[in-house]
């Protein structure tokens, strides 16, 4: 591991924060990164299936990143993150059906068929969608955490960005402006050495990302992103630093994108036996489970029985997700204010004008989170 | 009631609403201890202090989006942009993120992004532009652009307090040269409806901002010299358009002019003559016309901004055409 030239963050007490966690908590861990893999591994049969109507994207290799993060939260935190966090938004409350369902298009996804993959959100439970230009949620965040200190709340936010995102004008700004006004955020570059088919050394000429958080006067930290525990600790320490109102960490998480950008890249970038090594000797899942059962003495069988309980979950989501229909043609023009409720259809289409006053916003549009009870 | 100028018109409405609700803040550059480039924020910080009136970085991506992420958490960010030309650099950040809020995330974004707008004042490429037609073409987003001290007033209540982004024009031109007395009490002016500002029933000029003040001059001038009744209907709202009003007008007088300091191609003017063209055809005796900005960017020198941006003779000569057909 590379030596940060920036000032680590310090840990309160020569206690790891992962010490406290409790023996259920650490299975807890477990479980959401094989919720995340199993859950994707059922994706690609959908999509192989066709069911899943746009493109798929993995995050084989990058569970620990996302659920040992994720977990370092409150419920009452919020987080913002990427397209391979499916396990970071698992942890704060997303649920496989929503998953499945956002993926396929279905009428009752969460977006109602509007957005695509994992882009969407729910500030009640605490985590707000990305938007493909990538960088974007920075800022955003920053403006989240703004609002928490304006208001004096206790809690805090955590964005996530990809190595290739640093490279954004919407990064820096953003980054720059939360450490200025001391939002309690916590940003998180992961660095899984590609951005789409362009390998790091393309994208900065900095040794380390890490090395960035010296400029904008933050403290930085690196770690193992596939330690599904050196994630949760970094972690842990920059939400304990922000929530004292010490403001911005800068985390730099190593880990690597096994599968391609989305499921058509067949990775013809990538030096031949790089992914199969990643694979057989730093697979997270894998070494959690040895850690799992060599240092917190858990049983096969526990581990085994997690398995099992999320191949349920996953069955049973699939099952509730497949059985709901696609929107309303219609539905497309509701909901772009909230005054006026709805657009109307153009003159050009047939009966335009009849359906037009006739469609009004259903009640409960914009308020999903109501639904959350049902997408369960 | 002592007359206020259309720039102390705005921040009378800046300071009722930060009065009236303090999820109310403002953010932008040199907004706060400066006051603002143009001063339209002076006095701001002294009354809410630095909390609600936020001195920033450059950054027009990094406030807009950190205004947006405030607004999902219930808050009610003004935005101010130092000239309206730098929204160029959140381009990106209000159409693809803010605009499409609501749509595809139900995130609520309510929110303002104002700032001074327009030439007229040799301010030269960068300090001079209309940007409006971009964004008056991103579903999800509202524009206004106000030519009057009331309406400035009130449409920046109606802004602040509207459930989504409002984007508001200011004309710079107009700052410190118009003048009104501020109707009394709570004076919003709600956004989407135009405003007529002179009645006339042989012809209508369709226009906003502060070619409404170029037309009004020509509707007198042609009235005095033809004899024509010009009627002159002031837009306010960009998005949503009047389309009601603009009906009313071009049915009454039959003939229409559309006119804007923006330049020419793509111009809100081709969408008003299209609407125009799709809902009163037959009740047209002459063909939409259009006074615009040269398709230049605009230069600095008086004797190149003169020409390039539309003046109240060429605003004459086009409506004689229309009359005349």
Redesign the interface.
């Known amino acids: 591991m590379p030596r940060s030239a920036t000032k680590a963050v310090k840990p309160r007490s020569s206690k790891a924060s992962h010490e406290t966690l409790s023996r259920e908590q650490l299975l807890d861990l477990y479980y959401w990164m094989r919720l995340t893999r199993t859950l994707e591994e059922r994706l690609v049969a959908l999509y192989r299936q066709t069911k899943v109507v746009g493109g798929l994207f993995r995050s084989l290799g990058q569970e620990a990143d996302a659920v040992g993060s994720a977990y370092a939260l409150e419920r009452r935190d919020i987080l913002s993150p990427l397209i391979r966090n499916l396990g970071a938004m698992l942890v704060k409350g997303a649920t496989p059906v929503e998953i499945l369902k956002q993926y396929m298009a279905k009428a009752d996804s969460p977006t109602r068929g509007r957005e695509l993959n994992i882009h969407f959100g729910d500030t009640d439970r605490g985590f707000i969608g990305q938007i493909s230009p990538l960088g974007d949620m920075v800022p955003v965040m920053a403006g989240v955490t703004l609002t928490f200190k304006m208001r004096k709340q206790d809690r805090v936010g955590l964005v996530y960005i990809g190595d290739g995102a640093t490279s954004t004008g919407a990064f820096h700004e953003g980054i720059n402006f939360a450490a200025v006004q001391r939002c309690p955020l916590v940003v998180i570059v992961e660095n899984n050495g590609y951005a789409y088919s362009t390998p790091t050394a393309k994208q900065t000429a900095a040794k380390q990302f890490v090395d960035k958080a010296v400029g904008y006067g933050v403290p930085g930290a690196q770690a193992d992103g596939n330690d599904v525990i050196a994630v949760y600790d970094v972690t842990k320490r920059a939400v304990d630093r922000a929530r004292s109102g010490e403001g911005v960490t800068l985390i730099e998480l190593m880990t690597y994108r096994r599968k391609g950008h989305a499921e058509h890249d067949n990775q013809s970038y990538v030096p031949p036996g790089e992914i199969e090594r990643w694979e057989t000797e730093n697979d997270p899942i894998t070494r959690y489970i040895a850690r799992l059962t060599d240092e917190f003495e858990f049983s096969k069988a526990d581990v085994e029985a997690t398995d099992e309980r999320v191949r349920k979950e996953v069955d049973d989501a699939t099952d509730v997700a497949e059985r709901s229909g696609f929107p309303e043609a219609l539905d497309a023009l509701v909901g772009i204010y909230a005054d006026p409720p709805a657009e109307k259809p153009l003159w050009f289409r047939e009966g335009a004008s009849s359906v037009v006053d006739k469609h009004e916003r259903p009640e409960g549009w914009g308020v999903w989170s109501d639904k959350k009870a049902e997408n369960r | 009631m002592a007359e206020v100028t259309y720039l102390e018109a705005i921040r009378e409405a800046l300071f009722e609403e930060m009065e009236r609700d303090k999820d109310v803040?403002c953010i932008g550059e040199d907004i706060g201890a400066y006051g603002g480039a143009f001063k339209v924020t002076e006095g701001l910080l002294a009354k809410y202090g630095e909390?609600?009136v936020?001195d920033?970085?450059i950054?027009?991506?990094?406030?807009?989006?950190?205004?947006?992420?405030?607004?999902?958490?219930?808050?009610r960010?003004v935005v101010e942009m130092q000239f309206i030309d730098f929204i160029a650099?959140a381009y990106?950040?209000l159409t693809?993120?803010v605009a499409?809020a609501?749509?595809?995330?139900?995130?609520?974004c309510p929110m303002v992004v104002r700032g001074p707008s327009g030439g007229y004042v040799r301010g030269g490429p960068f300090h001079s532009q209309n940007p409006e037609a971009g964004f008056v073409h991103t579903?999800?987003l509202?524009v206004v652009y106000p030519a009057t001290a009331e309406d400035a007033k009130g449409l920046m209540k109606a802004a602040i307090r509207?459930?989504?982004c409002v984007l508001f024009f200011e004309h710079k031109y107009l700052y410190r040269r118009i003048k009104a007395e501020m109707p009394a009490g709570d004076h919003v002016v709600p956004i989407g409806k135009a405003r007529l500002a002179r009645e006339g029933k042989d012809l209508s000029i369709i226009t906003y901002a502060a070619t409404v003040w170029k037309a009004l001059e020509a509707a007198e001038q042609l009235e005095k010299e033809d004899g024509l009744s010009v009627e002159v209907l002031d837009l306010r709202s960009l998005a949503?358009l009047d389309d009601e009003a603009i009906q009313a007008t071009v049915r009454k007088t039959n003939r229409a002019l559309v006119v804007h300091e923006d330049t020419r191609t793509g111009g809100l003017a081709g969408e008003i003559a299209a609407r125009i063209n799709?809902s009163s055809f037959a009740w047209l005796d002459a063909p939409v016309l259009r006074v615009t900005a040269h398709d230049v960017p605009l230069p600095y020198a008086p004797s190149l901004e003169d020409y390039v941006l539309p003046q109240t003779t060429d605003i004459v000569r086009a409506a004689r055409t229309v009359a005349a057909y």
């Open positions: 803040f909390e609600r936020i920033s970085p950054s027009e991506i990094g406030i807009v989006g950190a205004a947006a992420g405030a607004a999902h958490m219930g808050m960010p650099n990106d950040m693809n993120y499409t609501r749509y595809r995330a139900f995130l609520p579903p999800g509202k509207d459930d989504d949503p799709e």
